[in-house]
């Protein structure tokens, strides 16, 4: 019999000693969300990155199209050379459309930055195991697509770097950010991307 | 390979004066001629994709940033888009790429034969309009359509470049 995965039916309950709270992490990367332009997975990434940032016009939020966060993150970086922009996105939601990380590692645009919150689990679908939890690491498969600055986060003593290095400009950089599989709880947030596309357009462009 | 027609070269002029600073691809032969200019052009992006689905998700990207991108493909790569597809739908991004037509006048390779003819039904029935260019006569006249519907009107447009423009593919016809 093949290699099956952990049978996972519900998120834990509490964050396990040595592990990273989700919410308090990605918001410690993400430092000063002020001046960036923010593309999101869906459900707990969008979630993570709406309560770092709030519900600002300058994030963009998927709840469908799963695996275009990174290549929607490099449309815009490429666009808008000038400005931050950071996708954050899960592992699921990475793990969709992988060979995105070969497209940015050879486009290696300086102001793109991604942030992968990786907690090993479909969070949305019934807490399913990923192939992370299974072995898989996807910050060796962005290192293998050619991203230079790639760096694992398991531990708060490791944020303040991975944060200097998210808005650094020298190339893309991908952050791995291991964290424990809680669920911190659904924020609202307005899903007609049609909407969300004007006001994110009106922000950076000043007309849509 | 021979030399390519003239028209291939006004495509790539065309796209250019309509401000399209972003090409993403999947190297193709049918396109070879936008890629190649594309790569040379030191003004434009050109983005080797990994899969085509890539370039729809790029294209939204670079409208939010107010870029113009456009998406080089083969019938075959309309195939690996058709989530993403609602990307462009439901958000209701400007969208135009440029299918280079496997499968449909006179293909020689059985495997083309499925996504080719499939593929205008699937994009109309993901809200996408289909152009079809069959003649050089009409190529220009045909994407410039697009490019004002897509980048003016903002619509989603495939223009469908088909193997009586491009010629099919020769196989040896044991």
Known sequence: MSMKPTLSTAPAKAVEAGLLERRAAVKGILGDTKDMLIVTGLAGSKDDALAAAGDVPTL?????????????GLGLALAQPKKR???VTGDGELLMNVGTLATIGVMNPPNLSILCVDNARYGETGWQESHTGRGVDIAKMAEGGGIKQVRTVTKETEIAD????????NGTSFILLKVAPTEPGKLHRDRDASYNKTRFRVAVLGKN | MAEAPAWQDQLYDMLR???VT???YVPDAGHRTLINRSIADPDVHSVSLTTEEEGVALQAGAHLGGARSVL?????GVGNCVNFFSLIRHGRFPFLTLVSMRGDFGEANPWQLAMGQSTQPVLEAAGITCLRAERKDEVLDVTRAGCTMAYQSEA???VLLTQKLLGAKSFSTE
């Open chain 1, 85 to 87: 922009v950071v996708v």
């Open chain 2, 22 to 24: 972003q090409f993403s």
């Open chain 2, 17 to 19: 004066e309509f401000k």
């Open chain 1, 162 to 169: 991975a944060s200097k290095m998210l808005r650094g400009s």
């Open chain 2, 156 to 158: 989603a447009v495939a």
């Open chain 1, 60 to 72: 963009f939020t998927l709840s469908g199209a799963m695996g275009a966060a990174a290549a929607m």
């Open chain 2, 72 to 76: 080089l493909m083969q019938s075959s």
